[in-house]
Each structure stands twice: as C-alpha cells, then as structure tokens.
C-alpha cells in the first residue's frame, strides 16, 4: 500500500487498508507534562497530535488553535449575513470553507456546517438556523476545551 485511496473510497479498499498499515507507536510524553483529562474534543488534540507530535512545536500547536478560535466565529457570521439574504449559493460556499477548516483540525463535532452546505446546495435554508445555533453552542464548548 502507498499510503493513500484515490477518491471514491471504496469501503473494502479502505479496509484493506487499515489492516496492511503498520501500527503507530504512541510517543511518550515530555519529561514534566501532565496528561490531558479526556475531553469531547480529544479528536481535536489527536489531530493536533498527529500534524505537530504530542506535546511538540507548541507555538505553532498555539497557532493553529487561535486561527480556529478566531476564523470560526467570523465565518458562522457571515453564514448569518448570507442566511438573513437568503444566499443560499453563499451559504453553501461559506460552510463549505468551514467544513473543511473543522474537519482538517478534527473538529467533527461542530462540522455541521457540511449539513448546512447540503442543505444550502439544495436550495433549502429552512432549519438551517437551528444548525448555525447549535454550532455557537458546540463552538463555546469547543472554545472552553482549547484555552
């Protein structure tokens, strides 16, 4: 295996290959850290984890995080703006922008902006008010998890 599935993924490909890939080692901690309680956003550390190592480049772990804290918030207003327009092709293209933003940092609890953008693509902005709020809310949550 070369180490990527050319897209679609197929489910038996992507089985095949889970099982061929080696195991990975976890890293032990630096001398003096303190374990992480575990958290809901343990997706967020992992792929924090995985991009930078466990307890490594942590200005650049920093950074990442206040890009998140501070692109977030701007982008769920202007999903607001584009709602209140009834944009629905601005929508669909803005949560879109967020969803692969939470997705790349793990963020899957508040990627459900990828149902707005469903939504929105399809021409339907009824309910997705109701996504946006629950976004604030995992958002708040999330916000709390990384400071």
Do not use: C, I, W
């Amino acid at each position: 295996m070369d180490g990527f599935l050319l897209k679609p993924v197929r489910l038996a490909q992507l089985a095949d290959a889970l099982r061929s890939a080696p195991a990975r080692a976890v890293a032990p901690l630096p001398p003096g850290a303190v374990p992480r309680q575990a958290s809901r956003y343990d997706g967020v550390h992992a792929r924090l984890d995985d991009v930078l190592g466990p307890g490594r480049d942590e200005p650049v772990r920093r950074q990442l995080v206040e890009a998140l804290l501070q692109q977030t918030p701007e982008h769920l207003a202007a999903l607001d703006v584009a709602l209140a327009r009834s944009d629905a092709a601005a929508v669909a293209a803005r949560a879109h922008t967020l969803t692969g933003m939470l997705g790349n940092l793990g963020a899957t609890d508040l990627a459900r902006s990828g149902e707005v953008e469903m939504l929105a693509g399809l021409g339907e902005l009824a309910g997705t008010g109701v996504l946006l709020e629950g976004m604030r809310q995992e958002y708040e949550l999330l916000r709390q998890d990384l400071v």
